[in-house]
């Protein structure tokens, strides 16, 4: 069974579904690690009760993200993790990682790429008026949001829908597709050996 680390930054409502499709067997990988850069996160309770390790960090304490990502990449060492879920990380990804790891990180966004990178993409969907709106998930490189797309779903922006309405619809999908997801390519790297599915 694969082992996974989870990096998320806020309340952990993907955390907790990826944790709970290992549980019910929907997802076939143990969650090893939640990797967190704020000490004050709700993730933190939610992975503490799930009984999974925390490595919680807070960035400026480190002198630079190649020192502070050398410390996760110990972690990630100790707990034998063999891939990286972005769940809600609000930091790029840098040079340690993405070498130690190439091929092997993953990310949900709630746009559909290329449309809305970056921060606050349900409200720059708003903002522009845009009917369709949706999620994205992807290869994790250097840029933001820039990697190379696994999976997509579109949420039409029905009249009246509100940015809560859009949020809810948004977290519904995230939820249901990302443990899917990961599933298949689990499957994928299972039947390959383990080896890298993805180099870039």
């Known amino acids: 069974m694969i082992s996974i680390a989870v990096f998320a930054s806020g309340s952990g409502s993907n955390f907790q579904a990826i944790y709970d499709a290992t549980q019910s067997g929907r997802?076939?990988?143990?969650?090893?690690?939640l990797v967190c850069d704020k000490p004050d996160a709700k993730v933190i309770e939610r992975a503490e009760k799930a009984g999974v390790q925390t490595f919680v960090f807070s960035p400026k304490d480190f002198a630079s993200k190649e020192e502070y990502e050398t410390e996760?990449?110990?972690?990630?060492?100790?707990?034998?993790?063999e891939f990286i879920v972005l769940a809600g990380y609000m930091r790029l990804?840098?040079?340690?990682?993405?070498?130690?790891?190439?091929?092997?990180?993953?990310?949900?966004?709630?746009?559909?790429?290329?449309s809305f990178p970056g921060k606050d993409a349900i409200g720059q969907a708003v903002k522009a008026g845009v009917k369709v709106t949706g999620v994205t998930?992807?290869?994790?490189?250097?840029?933001?949001?820039?990697g190379p797309i696994i999976a997509q779903?579109?949420?039409?922006?029905?009249?009246?829908?509100?940015?809560?309405?859009?949020?809810?619809?948004?977290h519904q999908v995230e939820h249901a597709i990302y443990a899917e997801t990961l599933q298949q390519l689990f499957q994928q790297i299972k039947k390959a050996g383990n080896s890298l599915i993805k180099t870039f």
């Open 137 to 146: 998930i992807h290869y994790v490189d250097a840029g933001m949001d820039t």
């Open 27 to 33: 997802l076939q990988a143990q969650v090893s690690l």
């Open 153 to 170: 779903q579109a949420i039409e922006i029905g009249k009246g829908y509100t940015r809560e309405t859009i949020e809810q619809r948004i």
């Open 72 to 81: 996760i990449y110990k972690q990630l060492s100790q707990q034998n993790v």
């Open 93 to 114: 990804i840098g040079s340690v990682l993405l070498e130690k790891f190439k091929g092997k990180i993953v990310n949900i966004h709630p746009s559909l790429l290329p």
